[in-house]
């Protein structure tokens, strides 16, 4: 693909930022508050528009219930498209309350699964509102010992309660089945990897298709390879883009792994992209400059991919030239694309050195000052 075509590519990226992404996050052994952190869904949706400002390719916000619930959705709405965003997957919360310590869908307990399948219809509605086409499901649901559950009697459960959501599902909206290998459970989690979400997806219908979050897996999985699986079977429906080197650390995309970042992409740059959104917790760093990372990560990641040599990586593979083959990978991943994505940034009017424009633009110490004089929020 010549640089030009990329560029062209790249300008029509959307990549979704996570609404939670920009709030206080930490982990069980202490959560670090950051000055000027959002106070509410409508500051956390100020801060992604500033991202998208700087980037031009995070036109879209995935919201999460009830951390984002409001009084007026049309007033939110408003506000989100208002700062030239658009809303991205909507995603229910099923692993806080209380009720839900031994699951939610697939509790014991048939008047936890209505509370739970009640969230479910309660977020279909929240979607048609704010104009969301995908439900983003993860359930934290799993048991932690043996015999503390019936597998089966769970797994049918969670079939049963999704299929009643499938079934009230609008037209306008997709299932995304999200799975984990573990945590919060440390024994069996009912949706523990691709193969059981797959089995559900085509168990529900053609709206419902498998989301990857590169978090979610065994030390050592080939994850562009399930990338690859699942986008032929048609069931790709999303990733959760973050990094990690150990369990699901939710790190920035691409600051441990980047050639496997370049991998996943180049394993998706022949079709349509899947809903691309980042869900990443920003414990010990700035929270925007972050997320304007991430995205100038996925940029460049996507970059690289789009200038694999195709012919001549199929032409080296034909011919059983092994490491031919691998070098033209390698070619494109180790082209410097920084200049080629500052002109797809510029063209779409946001900045060449995103992450230097947000240094020297004062956003974090404008918001720092706003966020914290104690004034009521007037909305
Ligand atoms: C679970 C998960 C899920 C979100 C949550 C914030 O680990 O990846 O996608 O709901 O993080
Ligand atoms: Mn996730």
């Known amino acids: 693909m010549t640089p030009d075509h990329v560029e062209q590519r790249l300008r029509e ?103 739970s399948v009640a969230h479910l219809f309660e977020c279909l509605q929240i979607a048609e509102q704010l104009g969301s086409s995908a439900q983003s499901l993860w359930f934290a649901d799993g048991t932690n010992y043996p015999g503390q559950d019936d597998l089966r009697a769970r797994r049918q459960r969670l079939r049963d309660a999704l299929a009643r959501v499938y079934s009230e599902l609008p037209a306008a909206q997709e299932l995304l089945i999200e799975y984990k290998l573990f945590e919060p459970a440390f024994y069996a989690t009912d949706l523990a990897d691709w193969g059981s979400s797959l089995l559900v997806c085509q168990k529900l219908g053609d709206r419902a298709r498998v989301l990857v979050d590169l978090g979610h897996h065994a030390q050592g999985v080939n994850i562009e390879q399930i990338v690859a699986l699942l986008s032929d079977e048609g069931r790709l429906g999303g990733f959760h883009f973050n990094n990690r080197k150990y369990a699901d650390d939710d790190l920035i995309v691409g600051s441990v792994n980047p050639f496997e970042l370049f991998l996943i992409f180049f394993e998706l740059a022949g079709d349509a992209l899947p809903r691309l959104t980042i869900d990443q917790s920003h414990n010990v760093e700035a929270k925007v400059e972050a997320m304007v ?87």
């Open 13 to 115: 990226l959307v990549i979704e930022t996570p609404s939670w992404g920009y709030g206080d996050s930490g982990t069980r052994f202490a959560t670090f508050r950051q000055s000027g952190r959002p106070r509410d869904v409508f500051e956390r949706v100020d801060d992604a528009a500033e991202v998208h400002r700087l980037t031009g390719t995070a036109g879209a916000v995935a919201l999460h219930f009830p951390w984002d619930a409001v009084d007026d959705y049309d007033a939110l709405r408003d506000h989100i498209e208002g700062r030239g965003l658009r809303v991205g997957a909507v995603n229910p919360n099923l692993f806080q309350d209380p009720d839900y310590k031994l699951g939610s869908i697939t509790h014991p307990d048939a008047r936890v699964r209505e509370k």
């Open 293 to 379: 990372l991430s995205i100038v990560n996925l940029q460049e990641a996507y970059a690289k991919a789009l200038l694999v040599d195709r012919d001549a990586l199929s032409a080296a593979q034909q011919a059983g030239d092994v490491l031919g083959a691998h070098e033209a990978l390698l070619d494109a991943y180790r082209t410097d694309v920084r200049d080629l994505c500052a002109r797809a940034r510029a063209a779409l009017g946001a900045a060449e050195d995103p992450i230097a424009e947000l240094r020297t633009s004062g956003y974090a110490e404008r918001v720092a000052t706003e966020r914290e004089t104690p004034q009521e929020i007037t909305r």
